[in-house]
């Protein structure tokens, strides 16, 4: 079966012939059924999604966004962010308004959070090394070298005006730099080498391939539940009738239930990051 054409219609379409089928089966006193379909259907989703990481982890290594140590770049972004909140926090605590610059003391807390942030971003351009990263983990290293770049700016501002510790000042700027060379060094990796970019910008729709037999066999398993709860009873065809009276099956000759094994099962193949917007066979 096929995903229909339609992008967010035909998602609410499939929901639609879920919610439809669970509340027939419900009504019909299949309440069991519906509800270890919709269990079992979405255990598979999470499985095949773990099983997908791990082959592309397998093939790609570090290089994707998925693959650690890069899936610690997303957070990065907090450790920027309390960077800054920091440097500006101190702003207010070590400046005195009567005693301008008697007392001004390094600021420890962000000396320590940028000291983790070095040490962070120094352990993930080792653990890269020459590998082409993927474009979201290139794009985000990108945006947090901005990040880095205004928060450096600033401390130097503070320090110039003697509202900031000098020293706190050169660790973020250090900060910047080096958020800096990641981005250019995984941004010229790409440029250079733009075969491998686009073999792991293809990382997860590979993985999926590689899933999708088993996948299959899964979900072709839970429909001979389904045939097997429908072969035993009398009132089956009343029910089949009642659900094509309030909406058609996207497969002819599907019976109540397959929907909810395939909206739910395929929950992996067209949510979060990883989709990139893809439109997968369900």
């Given at each position: ?10 998602a609410?379409?499939?929901?639609a ?13 299949m ?11 979405a255990?598979?989703?999470r ?8 082959s ?13 140590p ?17 440097s500006v ?8 308004r ?6 001004l003391?390094p600021?420890?807390a ?10 962070s971003l ?7 090394g020459?590998?082409?990263?993927d474009?979201s983990?290139?794009?985000?290293a ?19 005006n ?27 990796n790409?440029r250079?080498?733009?075969a ?18 088993a ?55 067209t949510a ?5 917007g893809?439109?997968m066979?369900?």
């Amino acid at each position: 079966m096929t995903a229909r054409p339609g992008g967010d219609a035909d998602a609410a379409a499939s929901v639609a012939d879920r919610n439809l089928e669970y509340g027939l089966l419900v009504f019909y006193g299949m309440r069991e059924l519906a509800e270890g379909l919709s269990r079992d259907a979405a255990a598979l989703s999470r499985r095949m999604e773990r099983e997908a990481k791990r082959s592309a982890r397998r093939r790609f290594g570090v290089a994707t966004s998925f693959g650690a140590p890069l899936a610690g770049l997303q957070f990065l972004l907090l450790l920027v962010a309390a960077t800054v909140l920091i440097s500006v926090n101190m702003l207010s605590v070590q400046f005195d308004r009567e005693h301008r610059l008697e007392q001004l003391q390094p600021d420890a807390a962000s000396l320590a959070v940028s000291g983790v942030v070095a040490l962070s971003l120094v352990a993930m351009l080792a653990a890269v090394g020459p590998r082409v990263v993927d474009r979201s983990v290139s794009t985000v290293a990108a945006r947090a070298a901005l990040v880095y770049a205004l928060a450096g700016g600033a401390a130097v501002f503070a320090s110039v005006n003697g509202s900031a510790a000098p020293s706190a000042a050169v660790a973020v700027v250090a900060m910047a730099l080096l958020a800096t060379g990641a981005a250019v060094w995984f941004a010229a990796n790409r440029r250079r080498r733009p075969a491998a970019a686009a073999a792991v910008d293809e990382a997860w729709s590979w993985a999926v391939t590689q899933q999708l037999p088993a996948f299959e066999h899964e979900r072709e398993l839970l429909r001979e539940r389904v045939a097997s709860a429908f072969a035993g009873r009398a009132d089956a065809a009343t029910i089949i009738a009642d659900r094509d009276s309030i909406r058609a099956p996207a497969t002819a000759g599907a019976l109540p239930g397959e929907a909810i094994i395939s909206m739910q099962s395929s929950l992996w193949l067209t949510a979060g990051r990883h989709a990139r917007g893809r439109r997968m066979p369900v």
